[in-house]
């Protein structure tokens, strides 16, 4: 990937993220823009669509079980946030791909603590409300995301290199 695309890809999600949290779903449309821009102008759009389902989806329903056992509390249904785990998921070939290059152990450990800051910020500034309180949440979400973080790096790097070994098939059976 050229570091220019990382740096853009990142830069949009942080616009993607604070969207949400200060408005809701009142700006929605500027994450779905950057979703939809992501694809006119990406490379791997297969790659990229596959990891963006199935991350996003994994990453929504985590959040749904979350408001369903009262960890989470939305004043409204948040479309926002499925947007911004759909951005997040594409995130995970660019910007943070470079998580790739550490050790699980390290990956872990960031993802549980920039993971749980993530919601806890969002907290803080009224996108969602913890009923179980900070402290509380902070610890479920840090466990989580310990987890979830690493998984989902490697999920993306997997299905990468699926696609990678698909199209490497196919230029061959071309060439032959």
């Known amino acids: 990937m050229k570091s220019h695309t990382n740096i853009i890809n990142a830069c949009a999600f942080q616009v993607i993220w604070w969207a949400g949290v200060l408005a809701g779903n ?16 990406s490379q791997q759009k297969k790659w990229d669509l596959k990891v963006m389902l199935v991350s996003a ?13 009262g960890i989470f ?3 409204s249904f948040p479309i926002w946030l499925g ?21 699980v152990a390290i990956q872990a450990l960031l993802g549980g603590v920039f993971g749980s800051l993530s919601y806890i910020g969002g907290a803080n500034l009224g996108a969602v409300t913890l009923p ?10 840090f466990v989580i ?5 690493p998984s989902f790096l490697h999920l993306a790097k997997s299905i990468g290199l699926k696609q990678a070994k698909h199209y490497s098939n196919n230029v061959f059976n071309q060439l032959s």
């Open 73 to 75: 509390e939305f004043a």
């Open 132 to 141: 179980q309180g900070t402290a509380t949440t902070a610890i479920v979400l």
């Open 83 to 103: 947007l911004l785990w759909a951005y997040f998921a594409i995130s995970l070939n660019y910007s943070l791909a470079l998580f790739n290059h550490l050790p």
């Open 145 to 149: 995301w310990f987890v979830l973080f």
């Open 26 to 41: 009142q700006l929605i449309v500027i994450p779905a823009l950057l979703i939809v821009w992501h694809f006119v102008v």
């Open 57 to 69: 989806l994994a990453g929504c329903l985590v959040d749904s079980l979350l408001t369903v056992f």
